[in-house]
């Protein structure tokens, strides 16, 4: 079975810090991961994924995630926060044709 | 503009009504999902189709059903509804395997 973990339900920032939201896989098979972002009222958007190739991923936003299969990560990391990127991050694993998503994390970023 | 619709966008419904949720996508994917996200519980799928004529249960099945007749259409069903169905829905499709999911916009229920 497939499962996610995002550790920090809610992760504030100042303007202009890094970013670094966490998450963590089991899965039985090499996965495919995801990172969705959310914003108020809205549906989810594909941040960035990674299939196969390299494990460092750039994604849209100046986002990007490394895959780490001996830590079974796929940390999510901004240089600079800015204002916009306050919102709800989903990471996610699939497996077959099912998603398994984590429960999100909540990004502030204070000015 | 491509992408994934879902009708309506809000919805109130009494205990025990009924109502269909209606997702059309224009981009010929394959896989369509029934997902709702409800406050620390991130999404959990409801039910989902491989292809059209195909649909499968997903992790939380119970009191929705689901048809998918035609390639671009996925439609939820709740034939009873009940306040523990209030919730945030959201539909999407992809193409394969390993590509991401197009979410639509999402269909905000409330059961009184």
């Known amino acids: 079975a497939q499962s996610v973990t995002q550790l920090g339900s809610h992760v504030s920032v100042s303007e202009g810090a890094l970013v670094l939201l966490r998450c963590n896989y089991s899965s039985s098979v090499p996965p495919y991961l995801f990172w969705y972002v959310q914003y108020p009222n809205q549906g989810l958007q594909l941040l960035l994924k990674y299939t196969t190739g390299a494990t460092l991923v750039k994604g849209i936003n100046g986002f990007e995630a490394e895959f780490k299969k001996s830590e079974t990560s796929f940390h999510l990391t901004k240089p600079s926060a800015h204002m916009s990127d306050a919102a709800e991050y989903f990471c996610?694993?699939?497996?077959?044709?099912?998603?398994?998503f984590g429960t999100g994390t909540s990004l502030t970023v204070i000015p | 503009n491509a992408g994934v619709t879902q009708t309506p966008k809000f919805r109130v419904l009494k205990t025990g009504q009924s109502m269909t949720l209606l997702c059309a996508q224009d981009?010929?994917?394959?896989?369509m999902y029934w997902y709702r996200q409800d406050p620390g519980m991130g999404l959990r799928l409801i039910h989902y189709?491989?292809?059209?004529?195909?649909?499968a249960k997903g992790e939380v099945p119970d009191g929705y059903n689901v048809s998918r007749l035609k390639k671009q259409n996925f439609l939820l069903g709740l034939e009873s509804a009940a306040p523990s169905q209030t919730s945030v829905y959201f539909c999407?499709?992809?193409?394969?395997?390993?590509?991401?999911?197009?979410f639509g916009s999402g269909t905000r229920l409330t059961v009184v």
């Open positions: 996610a694993v699939n497996s077959w044709h099912q998603f398994y």
């Open positions: 189709s491989v292809g059209e004529g195909t649909t």
């Open positions: 999407a499709s992809k193409e394969t395997e390993d590509y991401g999911y197009t």
């Open positions: 981009m010929n994917h394959e896989y």
